[in-house]
């Protein structure tokens, strides 16, 4: 199995930052691509960022310029920076992480979420 825990959510005004910290531990063989998400009240949840393990990164438009996603292949772990939030960047954000198991289980794990509410 792989766990996921996330940290680092929380309130934070408009124009303001913060950083999200993922870890992935478990039986893990090889760690293919780690990665942000979002779900906001009513909303589908929906990518934010990822990284490949190569390192290819892919942010939605939305976060582009503002977030930046990096991760530590020897450690499992995923951040991504939030600069310049918006109101519209409320949401739980979900990390997600897609693994190749000891026993060859390909594994889709995610974290319980975290909450990120920017308000005045």
């Known amino acids: 199995q792989v766990q996921v825990v996330e940290s680092g959510g929380g309130l934070v005004q408009p124009g303001g930052s913060l950083r999200l910290s993922c870890a992935a531990s478990?039986?893990?063989?090889?760690?293919?691509?780690m990665g942000w998400y979002r779900q906001a009240p009513g909303k589908q949840r929906e990518l934010v960022a990822m990284?490949?393990?190569?390192?290819?990164?892919i942010y939605a438009d939305s976060a582009k310029g503002r977030f930046t996603i990096s991760r530590d292949n020897a450690k499992n772990t995923v951040n991504l920076q939030m600069n310049s939030l918006k109101p519209e960047d409320t949401a739980v954000y979900y990390c997600?992480?897609?693994?190749?198991?000891?026993?060859?289980?390909?594994?889709?794990?995610w974290g319980q979420g975290t909450q990120v509410i920017v308000s005045s």
């Open positions: 990284i490949t393990s190569g390192g290819r990164m």
């Open positions: 997600n992480a897609k693994a190749v198991t000891v026993i060859g289980v390909v594994f889709d794990a």
């Open positions: 478990g039986s893990i063989l090889t760690m293919n691509s």
